[in-house]
């Protein structure tokens, strides 16, 4: 008998534990968070690395781990993004218009002990042109210097010589290296171009030694346009920065230990033995290792920043203006194989195909949308409304630019007196589409739909979530009627956002069949223009042409946030460490 | 002669979802020393559930609700009332004192391990001291000769064997061998006692003609016919020579020449070995072959006991004639039994055969009749005599 | 039929399963337009001007055979392409990402097997009493609960609630550091049995405690299927006339359960533990990815949502011969377990 009630017993048991299973996620973990890991910085954050190599590597996640490892010539100054220090080289000047030269800073080495040259430095410019990847970042060297995007044409035939690339990067000295440009080019913009990660330093013997071009003119083309499988910095770091590879284990973790010859380590220690960082999907998971003190920073979507809201021992960084910016783009030429315009044609039930070449279709949609809830809603209250894609934290922003604000009743005006009619009478319908799990983009895409069908039930805007594949291959086969993206930038110069967002041949405004001549003549002249008072004019009226010719409607540029433990100080914001801890070097971690 | 089995007021009831089921109601039987008794009756007429009651073997929901068995052990020469028998004590009997063969011979095997293993399994459980004896012997009688250098480095291990062996052939469950035989690897030390088991196995097998009995024992089930699986079915049930061997429609599934074989098989068993055999059967022709005495069954209850020579001659109980007259006889036209066997949820009231019986009175509608005897050894339970 | 030939054949016959996966797996990601193909070698914005050039480098805009015929001439010639999903080569992809795979599969299977077959027999022992209803309510719910629910729940309790109890990941921070370190030797990558190997007790049990809760995750999950179908072989088991002898022979309760009665219940069991096995060893996506245990499962996920085609074919490789050799396993085990089954044959 008692054996039976046991029974009954365990099932009772089992029933309390599944109550119990149902409240506790409730109750999140209280407590202060624990001092682990001394010595050990470890990050959890989302996405991947792709590559190791700086010629190579083009996205944040692989940069940031470059910016760990390597140092170029130049780096930001702090907060700044036009103002510079230098860390491979000691100082620089323009001999003329067109050259620029860098002395050398002595005695630094690499994380295996080698002695850092001029040497090294030639050959890392001209490594990077020499392979210049598909796709790759070296087309920011190329363009200044030798005039062209790229090494190959579109066939994929090299169109330059050898002598072009030796003559681009010349050494002058032991001490001293040139950079000669092809015509005069804005000293900042080439500063900011130097420091990307694709400016890094490489050791060349150890490069060498591994296989790689081996610095000499005799079958450089060999070398041109490696697979990534034979890029021989794909998994492997040789550079002078304060910590070197230890082991990147994809997709889980890289790990990071302190480079032992850091040429500053005398005036300013290397705050960290390791440097962690283990790429974590669930944000939960991120959550309680954070709570956990399993972590030192967690990246945080910002639709869970609420989660982290008051929780003691956690450092909330908030106000970080990260340059970027979403926009909606008005497509001006959809292609007619397009499933996401109704009928095609402008019958109430669809739209025509240049629906919105006409500049007051475009008015009245702007006017439809409302900053202020986009703002609240989707962005946490954590943005600011711009009137154009030149964010705040880049050269010749214009703070007194125009701006639209929300307004239903000249939406409507302009949406009754459009070049195709009266569309309050007339309707159209559509299909807005976003890329799946993007709810900033969704709430984005459900107030402008709201607003229009506001103004009047005949404007029907569906919304529809797609596959990240799918949205970046239907922008470019222009079948979307309206899209929605954001541009991380390759440097903090206005003239790389000018070109995709404005040129007639930009990444956005190309597929959107965006063409103004005189915008594009503008950019032209910008992105070359040495004289800042010029530049300052050109990048003021190009946020002018974009108030007036309106490309697309520019949604609010987002404040980020860090969420560090309390035993993490010294972090200082800098806009182009987009999404990142920041610049480690300068931080420190203790119990106190 | 002396009662080997004295079952009394037995009932067994099924409790089920759908009901209560009446499987065995108020049975009186004995069961003679050295006789073979038949069971007869239609299918779910409670002859199998009484031969499982004797070996307390009635399966769930089923239970034994009342009654007595009393079974009288040779050996002990003394009575043992098994429906009071602690569960190790009735194990002790199941298999040894009393043992059973199925009807399906091909159901009743198990189909992984081999003949030899599922025979050897009965005299490692019921007769182990004796297999300890055995082993002890041979083991001792390695010890005794030879002086070669192997022999002598195995010699302590022979001992050590030696004595392992004779603490089991002196049985109440030594703790040296029972924990040995519930470790893995270890088990394997008293391999001599399934050797032992293994060669009483084969002679067990010769016992009962099968021939080759050496191979057959490696067998798997499978591999062998019908006919062979039954007699080795056999083998298993007289492995230990029981008192009481029960077999339970043993023929019905083979063929009629093997049958014939078979039925050969069990009187010879019988005068060899001087057991008692209850034969259930719904083949009356069968019955008359090998029984001495015939019972007959109807709806959980008895209806007639007597020799099988009178029970053919002087039939007295409706049923029982009615069942004689179904039996197939060149020349005659074949009877049925009219209306169908009673509802096992809501039996009739009085007697059972009452709605189905030519001559029924009044009182077997609400009386039950009592079984009397009323001629010598032949009774029957019927308002009629 | 002799094991040998047996095995030959079967491995033999791995190679038209092998092209009709990966055919109809080729057929499937073709029904994406070679743009979106396209989009896998972008890891920029800026790229996406480069779309139609990189269609045209790939040739992903060719006819199906063509593409599929250029991927099959790749792989015979021993290789398997790259896999941006992982940002390595394939062929180092598998050996890198199977020892996570395999290190949850090897604690799991055998906790949900054994486990399973204990409280499947105890259920079918004890059919319509308390601890039958108890554990068919342990398999409702495990049979109910999703697997990411279940797993946030765990990880919310024992490393949220108990601060830091037990971690996801794979090891901690500084076990991590010192296993990555030339004072320890990494043999098969698979932390338990590499600590084993290194006679490394605080290795050891700090793997451990990372594996309780993805195992037992993954143990909740499918040891229901398992208990069920013991209970179920086993009541079948029960049922039969074998049982009946074996108990009139004199047995013990436990003999007749144990030695009749479950190693014939054990033969459907069997199949599906091999499939099982191959199940978790060609990955537990959500599983994986919620407890930052990144095996194959997490890398056959990426791939997919990345159309990271060539790594979705190997997987494909990797799966379909991983399930012929379990069922050829699996086949010869059944041998083992019942001699009515022959090799190539249905039981006689």
New interface residues.
Partial sequence: MSK?VS??G??IM??LL?VS?AI??A???G?AI?Y??PG?F?QQTIG????LDPCYC??TASGEQIYYMYEGLLGYNGTSTDTFVGLMATDYYWVNSTSLRFNIRPGVRFSNGDNMTVADVEYSFERAMVEDP??G?VWMFYFPLLDTYGSRN?T?NITITSAEIDHAVEVVNSTCIEFNFVRPFPATTWYQIVCGSWGSIVDKAYCVAHGDWPGSWGNWTLYNNP???NLVL??RAMGTGPWAL??W?????I?LVKNDYYWNAGVHAVPFD?V?T?F???W??RK??L????CDIAYCPRTNIADLAGVADVNAVSGLPELTIDSFYFNQNITSTTTYAGSKTLDGNGISLDFFSDINVRKGFTYAFDWATYIAQAMQGEATQRGSPFVYGLPYFNPAANMYSKNLTLAKYYLEHSAWGNLTAIGFKFTLIYNTGNLVRKTACEILANNLFAISPNFQVAVLAK????T??????RTWVMFQ????P?YADPDNYAV?YMHS?G??S??ASFNNATVDALIAEGAISTNTTRRQEIYYALQQAWYDQLPGIILAQPLGRRFFTKYISGFEFNPTTCGQPGNLYYMSKSES | MEDLVRIRDLTVRFHTYEGVVYAIDDLDLDIRQGETLGIVGETGSGKTMTALAI?R?I??PGRIESGSIVFFDKGLRSELELLKLSEDKM??????KI??V???P????????TIGDQIS??YL??QRQELGRQAKRRIDSLLGNGGTLAASIKRPFWRWQSRLYNKIAEGSNPLEPRILSHIPLFRRLLWRLKDEAGLLTVSMLKDVEIPDPDRVAGR?P?ELSGGMKQRA?IA?ALACSPELLIADEPTTSLDVTIQAQMLELFRRIKADRGASVLFITHNLGVAAEVCDRVAVMYAGRLCEVAGVEEIFLHPMHPYTKALLEAVPMPGKELQTIPGALADAFNPPPGCRFHPRCPSAMPTCQHERPKLKEVAKDHMVACYLY | MELRSYIIRRVLLLIPVLIGVTLFIFGITML??P????????????????????IQ?YGLDKPFFVQYGTWLNQVLHGNLG?S??????VAQAIP?LLPATLELAIFAVPLIVLVGIFLGTKAATH?D???D??TR??AI?GWSLPSFWLG??L???F???F??LL????L???M??LV?SAAFIRYTHINTIDAILNLNGPVLLDALRHLILPVMTLSVINMAFIMRLMRSSMLESLG???I?????????EKVVVNK?AR??ALIPVITVSGYLFAGLASGAVITE????F?GIG??AW?AA???DIPSVLAFALFTATLFVVINLLVDILYTR????VRLGGAV?
Avoid at chain 1, 249 to 253: V, Y
Avoid at chain 2, 106 to 113: D, E, H, K, R, T
Wanted: aromatic fraction near 10%; charged fraction near 20%.
């Fill in positions: 039976r029974k009954v365990w099932i089992a029933a599944c299973l506790l996620p109750c999140g973990g407590g624990p682990k890991n050990v470890v991947r690395i792709d590559s083009y996205d598909d796709y970042p579109s994929g697979a990534q499988t794909q998994s230890d082991t284990t994809p997709p889980g973790e790990k390791r962690l283990q974590v999907d669930s939960p998971s309680l290792a709570l956990a003190g399993d596959d990240w594949s799918s970046m291959s239907l922008i470019r086969g993206i954001g541009w991380l390759d995709p041949q990444t956005f190309g597929p | 070996l073997l399966p769930y194990r002790s009997i199941r298999g040894c043992s059973m199925f009807q399906e091909g159901s009743a095997l198990n189909p992984v391990y399994e009965v459980l019921h798997y499978h079915v298993m | 994406f337009p743009a979106q193909r396209a989009t896998l070698y972008v890891t920029n914005m800026r790229q996406l001007s480069d779309l139609p050039a990189i480098k790259w941006r999903a992982i940002s390595m080569p890198h059919k009493k308390p601890l209803h108890g309510v342990v719910l946030l729940v990880m919310m309790i490393y949220g609630y601060s830091g971690p996801p990941g794979r901690g921070v500084q991590d550091i990555d039969k006339g074998y009946l002898t074996a108990r009139a022979k004199g047995l013990a009749h190693r014939n990815t919620i407890f930052s990144k997490w890398w990426q949502v990345m159309l377990v019942d001699p009515r006689q």
